[in-house]
């Protein structure tokens, strides 16, 4: 009906009126040209889902109304990606494909190998992120935003896991991904999965050590040693296919 999608704050359950300015605006008026009387798809950071008509395109902004509300997009499993800091336009890249795939979350790790953040510009670099989720769930049509967190240390992330089953890459042996995704003919998939990756240069032993005492299963993607990046986006694949698909 619409292949264009826009984001807002929040939806309202009432069917209100919704405004869109700055560059969601210049999205619709510039670069779609999505003209008055045309439908749209419009989602939320919480999940909402509503189709749209729109009733006046103007010059610093675009007036809308919200015709049928629509159901979230459902995951059996949510998926949490958490992986170390590595070069900026890669780790946008994770990001970037992280929210594709429809991830529920994404936490940027800093460990012994780990790139540091920049402190001095931590909130740009964090809405940078933000603003980056947004546009690929806009661009793949997708209707929950992935929850890009601040940098969290590795001891403090281990501290307090999010939910889930856990389970991280190492470089040291591990059952194999594939196995524990399939797992038992008939088990049921289990609500949530922690996926943790390590840097450019792995996890040092100690770090090991304390991954798998916060609970976390080492697992494998197979004899070749790949670069972080690639192991982060393979992993959230897999678990997105296997339990989602």
Not at 198 to 227: D, H, M, N, Y
């Amino acid at each position: 009906m619409t292949a264009n999608q826009f984001y807002v704050p929040r939806i309202a359950t009432d069917g209100s009126r919704i405004v869109l300015e700055g560059a969601e605006h210049r999205h619709l008026a510039k670069a779609a040209r999505v003209r008055a009387g045309e439908l749209v798809r419009l989602f939320d950071a919480r999940g909402g889902r509503c189709l749209a008509r729109v009733d006046a395109v103007g010059e610093e902004r675009s007036e809308l109304s919200v015709l049928e509300l629509e159901d979230p997009e459902a995951m059996r499993t949510g998926v949490v990606l958490a992986a170390c800091l590595i070069e900026a336009k890669k780790l946008e890249t994770v990001i970037e494909k992280a929210a594709e795939l429809g991830c529920t979350d994404f936490i940027p790790v800093v460990s012994a190998r780990s790139l540091r953040p920049p402190a001095e510009r931590s909130d740009r670099k964090l809405e940078r992120w933000r603003r980056i989720v947004r546009e690929a769930v806009k661009q793949c049509k997708g209707g929950r935003m992935t929850a890009v967190h601040p940098p969290r240390a590795l001891k403090a992330f281990l501290q307090e896991p999010p939910d889930g089953l856990r389970l991280f890459l190492s470089e040291h042996g591990g059952r194999p991904l594939k196995e524990v995704l399939a797992g038992p003919e008939g088990k049921t998939p289990p609500p949530s999965v922690v996926l943790l990756v390590g840097p450019k240069g792995g996890w040092t032993e100690g770090e090991e050590t304390g991954i798998r005492q916060a609970g976390f299963e080492a697992v494998s993607l197979g004899q070749r040693i790949l670069r972080a990046e690639t192991a982060a986006v393979a992993a959230a694949a897999m678990a997105v296919h296997f339990w989602n698909g």
